[in-house]
């Protein structure tokens, strides 16, 4: 579906097709919520037209840490991510088949001072401000969730078109909402999360950190021992 399109849609589903109530520039900005909305609720699995790789991002010292970083701002200013480091996906050594698995701060934060001893395969990431630090001295590949691209006069949504309608829903919510008409703007509410529950359950989840995950990690990442008195 067109931009021009979605506009003429949405003007009829709120009743106002000549623009009186909502004009152009409003209809644009509200598209463009319902997609950031959208982007966040869909499962990440099933937004295969955002997913990208920021290949070969050499590391830089953290002379505080004394640890190696990559900081998201080197990511391509043309698709960056969305929600900065929340849109991250995954970290791959250059060249190699290598996959970092992550860690939280504090989990780095005990494995630093000694407070656990820490068995691992893979080489180890976590998160700081806007910064991915990494166990290794490597150069690394970024695979993440991009930013949508901003619809306008003559640029059409770059979401798959199966989801367009969710976002002429959530569209049309954020304009009942304007005017207070709360009642219309739950109704669309529920037609788009009905359709977003609909992909999600058909999109193959693969949650690392809610443990639903169809292969063995044990190997991957073991805490041995925690020092009580360390």
């Not at 109530?21 to 982007?39: G, V």
């Not at 840490?65 to 990559?70: A, C, G």
């Not at 999360?193 to 999109?203: G, I, K, P, Q, Y």
Request: glycine share 6%.
């Amino acid at each position: 579906m067109t931009t021009a399109n979605m506009i003429t849609l949405l003007g009829v589903r709120l009743e106002d097709p000549s623009k009186d109530l909502f004009t152009d520039a409003t209809l644009y900005l509200m598209i463009n919520t319902a997609q950031r909305k959208l982007m966040q609720i869909l499962n990440h699995n099933a937004l295969n037209d955002f997913q990208v790789v920021d290949t070969n991002n050499t590391n830089t010292l953290d002379s505080d840490l004394n640890e190696r970083y990559v900081d998201i701002s080197s990511i391509a200013s043309s698709s960056p991510p969305f929600g900065g480091v929340h849109g991250i996906q995954g970290i791959k050594k250059n060249g190699s088949d290598s996959w970092y698995t992550k860690i939280s701060f504090h989990q780095y934060m005990d494995w630093s001072n000694g407070s656990v001893s820490v068995s691992r395969h893979n080489p180890l990431y976590w998160i700081r401000g806007t910064r991915i630090y990494i166990s290794e001295n490597d150069s690394i590949d970024i695979y993440y969730i991009k930013q949508p691209t901003e619809v306008a006069s003559g640029v059409d949504s770059d979401f798959n078109d199966v989801f367009h309608d969710a976002i002429l829903e959530l569209a049309e919510a954020e304009c009942w909402r304007t005017i207070r008409e709360f009642d219309r703007q739950n109704d669309a509410e529920s037609r788009a999360l009905s359709m977003v529950a609909l992909h999600n359950e058909n999109t193959p989840a693969m949650d690392h950190y809610s443990g639903a995950v169809p292969y063995d990690t044990t190997g991957d990442l073991v805490i041995t021992q925690r020092v009580t008195n360390g």
